[in-house]
């Protein structure tokens, strides 16, 4: 089966375009020995990454990391890890900054159906 991008419409400048980050490349990851099960990082996640079960975070939607760091800056116990900024939504982002495509393609029109 192939993989399946994830895909989200925004605006940026005026300028309306689809994202869509790449699967299986996020850098997330959770150590469940060291989760204490606060729920902070389920709290501040922006894309309903993470969710409580079984009194531990686990990661629920891996794919919809946008690895901007928010989980591990607020985790106290460092049971989470990602590689902030160096993923599909920066490349996308940044791409749209600096006025161009990102390296990876990431905005193909192909890539996203209606």
Known sequence: ???????????????????????NVVTLTLDAEKCTGCGLCVDVCPHGVLAMGDHQAAIVDRDACMECGACVRNCAFQALSVRAGVG??????NGMIRGGGPPCDCCAESACSD
């Open 88 to 93: 599909c939504a920066a490349a996308v982002l």
């Open 1 to 23: 089966m192939a993989a399946r991008a994830v895909c989200l419409r925004a605006e940026f400048g005026g300028r309306r375009t689809r994202l869509r980050y790449l699967p």
